[in-house]
């Protein structure tokens, strides 16, 4: 499912924050109800990135093309019962901190440590730091093993990884 919701956010342009969310719905729709027919997989990843989109983007996909992204395999109309039927399971509850809402929690913590009374020792050298660190945050969507780690352990995890 990550790499379906991955190469649609990819397809449109859209930002990884996005595959986030989408994950975090698929992987939460799909512990309330376990059996999910496996031609409804597809359907239900295009429809997390749907709801995920509405959060985060600015500009989203519109459901035409969505629906050519899944080689039309889906309609108009059932990408939207999904969305009901998704958003009906997920209980209208949307808001899920993801690794990157925790790294920039991070970030704001290790900027307030970093200074001194004399001003900030690594105020020149944070930015791409935490650039890297969101990198290995991205990649994490990638990974189907990452998803058992709570949003904390990546967060932090890709900050270890930076450091060394």
């Not at 970030?107 to 930015?127: F, K, Q």
């Amino acid at each position: 499912m990550s790499a379906c919701a991955a190469q649609v956010c990819e397809d449109f342009g859209l930002q990884t924050r996005t595959v986030g969310l989408a994950v975090g719905y698929f992987e939460r729709f799909v512990s309330v109800k376990e059996s999910i027919v496996k031609q409804q997989v597809q359907l239900l990843a295009v429809t997390c990135v749907l709801i995920a989109a509405k959060f985060v983007e600015i500009k989203m996909p519109c459901l035409d093309d969505l629906c050519e992204v899944a080689q039309n395999t889906y309609s108009k109309s059932e990408l939207k019962s999904m969305e009901l039927e998704a958003l009906r399971v997920l209980q209208w509850e949307l808001h899920i901190v993801t690794p990157h809402d925790v790294l920039g929690e991070l970030a704001i913590a290790i900027r307030l440590a970093v200074c001194e009374p004399h001003g900030p020792i690594l105020a020149d050298r944070s930015e791409p730091f935490l650039e890297y660190a969101e990198f290995f945050v991205d990649m994490s969507f990638y990974e189907y093993k990452a998803l058992q780690f709570s949003p904390l352990v990546v967060a932090s995890s890709a900050l270890l990884c930076v450091w060394s």
